[in-house]
């Protein structure tokens, strides 16, 4: 069993890239972390750092350690706020993950009103797709996602948003297209894409191209719609994205035009089945829960 401080120190010596620096930074001798090292290095069975390298580096066990280390002391980090957290006063953080999403404003509008009821409960809002969310939630690391559909839900509970997520075209402002209502797929296909890298979502926008889809020139992936939006600015082609991931595009070089026929989607708000919840997550759920199922 590897204590959860020799991964502070290996963190701290990986951040430093020097033992020496590490030990000054953690208020300890320099032979005494460079026991610690080795004696971690012992019970993994595995060498992480690169012997005689200047400034230190990492092997690959290395940097798989220490994106693990990262994601364990946070966990922890996270259970002793929960754990520490009292009933009478409701304080502590509310973990959520989100895409880029139209009903992100939403959300943001039940995290203000709740924050007026409990002023010390803070929230870690974590950016994300919809996969990259479920696999925090699942580590214990994001309490509550929303997720852009489609997506498997076998594991979780949820709650549908009543936000239409609307599917547009980005592209330079001063194209022909760029003028239109609307474009189509055929108009597209004889121009380089940057579609999600999502497989079930990009497998939605290939639905909507139909056979369209087999002459695409898909110039690349991306899976957060405002790097696909900087591509598109760079000239690289046009991006396939939901309206609401750019509210607030700047369309003096970019603009976003309406897919068509419309393709839209919905998104949900959701969190494990049956997860133990701190407080204050448990409150927020409560919330949401309530005003979401309430008539509007």
């Known amino acids: 069993m590897i204590e959860t401080r020799l991964l502070h120190y290996f963190l701290t010596v990986a951040r430093e890239r020097s033992i020496t620096g590490a030990a000054k930074a953690l208020h300890i001798t320099q032979p005494t972390l460079s026991r610690q090292m080795a004696l971690l290095e012992d019970e993994l069975g595995t060498t992480l750092f690169l012997r005689g390298s200047r400034p230190l580096s990492l092997t690959d066990e290395g940097f798989l350690l220490r994106r693990r280390a990262e994601e364990i002391l946070e966990l922890v980090e996270k259970t002793e706020t929960e754990v520490s957290s009292h009933e009478e006063q409701v304080e502590g953080i509310v973990s959520i993950g989100c895409g880029e999403l139209t009903s992100v404003r939403l959300l943001t509008d ?8 409990y002023p010390r409960v803070s929230f870690d809002v974590y950016t994300a797709t919809a996969d990259q969310i479920k696999r925090r939630m699942d580590n214990g690391l994001t309490d509550v996602g929303l997720l852009l559909e489609p997506v498997d839900l ?14 547009v075209a980005v592209m330079p402002s001063g194209v022909p297209l760029a003028k239109r209502e609307h474009v189509t797929a055929q108009e597209l296909s004889n121009i380089p894409v940057i579609l999600p890298s ?12 139909g056979n369209s889809y087999e002459k695409l020139h898909i110039i690349g992936v991306s899976n957060l719609s405002t790097n696909a939006a900087m591509m598109v600015r760079a000239g690289l082609g046009y991006a396939l994205i939901v309206e609401g991931a750019l509210p607030f595009l700047e369309q003096s070089e970019v603009c976003m035009v309406p897919l068509y026929p419309e393709l839209t989607a919905t998104s949900v708000l959701a969190w494990k089945r049956s997860q133990p919840f701190s407080t204050a997550t448990g409150r927020f759920l409560e919330y949401i829960k309530c005003f979401l199922s309430m008539d509007r």
């Open 110 to 117: 039940l995290i203000a009103d709740f924050s007026q009821q």
């Open 154 to 167: 076998e594991r979780y509970e949820h709650i549908r948003m009543p936000v239409k997520e609307r599917w």
């Open 198 to 209: 999502r497989q079930k979502v990009h497998d939605e926008v290939a639905n909507w191209f």
